[in-house]
């Protein structure tokens, strides 16, 4: 399946259009979407989130992947049928209440789709409320709060407060540049990372657990 090879590399130089021609070609090869999916799109995704936290690439490179990996995606997601792309879990993320930063949960969310994961992004300057509700009406396993100020940070508290009815059905995952584990740990956050790459390692370790 050499196709597959050529989509990774294709994904990894971040050629939106190669891989929208080369997953194409998969499929017309009669290879199965989930296999296009899994060992090619994610694949690459992962290799990707490696070098990112090993500072060998950057946001941009990140980006860009992240887009060829959506233009694979938009090709073999319409012949997906019900549950046959296997999602490793659902997560619910949003930049809290205050706070209009979303570069870095947007990396956060392409890292977490990358590697299989369903993700409904609530957007910027969210409200306690708006988690809860989303909560309630996508019934996650993963909640993701992020904030880049300081001044939002106690945001961060309340949310996980507003949370406190769901604790036994959700994990609380938080990040952002002022966040620390030490600060994670303080408003009873299950975890906190540092970076998108490790976001996806923490997502599958709250989830192991
Ligand atoms: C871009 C930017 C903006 C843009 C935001 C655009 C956008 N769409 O996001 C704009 C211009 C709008 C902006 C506005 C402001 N900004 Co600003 N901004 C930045 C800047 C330069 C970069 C932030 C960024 O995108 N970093 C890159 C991403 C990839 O990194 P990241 O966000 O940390 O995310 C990574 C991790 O933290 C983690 N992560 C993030 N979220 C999550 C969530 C989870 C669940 C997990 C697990 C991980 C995780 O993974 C990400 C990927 O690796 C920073 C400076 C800096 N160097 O950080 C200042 C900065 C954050 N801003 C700052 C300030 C003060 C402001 C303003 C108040 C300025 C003003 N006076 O108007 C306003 C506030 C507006 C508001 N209410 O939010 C200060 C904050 C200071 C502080 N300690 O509070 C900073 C630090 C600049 C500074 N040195 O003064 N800003």
Redesign the pocket.
């Known amino acids: 399946m050499a196709v597959l090879e050529e989509i990774k590399e294709a994904l990894m130089a971040g050629n939106a259009n190669k891989v929208r021609e080369l997953t194409q070609k998969a499929l017309d090869e009669g290879i199965a979407p989930t296999t296009i999916i899994n060992d090619g799109l994610i694949a690459a995704m992962n290799v990707i989130g490696v070098k ?1 936290k090993n500072n060998e690439v950057y ?1 941009p490179e990140v980006l860009v992947a992240a887009r060829a990996m959506h233009a694979g995606m938009d090709v073999v997601k319409p012949l997906l049928t019900g549950d046959a792309l296997e999602e490793k879990g659902t997560m619910v ?1 949003g ?1 809290v209440k ?8 947007n ?2 969310i392409m890292m977490m789709e990358g590697a299989g994961f369903k993700v409904i992004d609530l957007g ?2 969210v409200p306690v409320e708006k988690f809860v509700q989303a909560v309630e009406e996508h019934k996650p396993q993963l909640v ?9 940070m106690m945001q961060m508290k309340k949310t996980v407060e507003g949370l406190a009815a769901y604790r036994d059905k959700i994990k609380i ?7 620390t584990q030490k600060f994670a740990d303080e408003i009873g956050a299950d ?9 996806v390692d ?1 997502a599958r370790q709250l989830l192991a657990s």
Request: hydrophobic share 50%; proline share 5%; charged share 10%.
């Open positions: 990112f946001v993320i930049t205050g706070d209009l930063h979303d570069i870095g949960k990396l956060v910027i300057d993701g709060i992020s904030a880049l100020l300081t001044s939002t995952m938080v990040g952002g540049a002022p966040v975890g906190y990372a540092p970076d998108a790459a490790s976001a923490l």
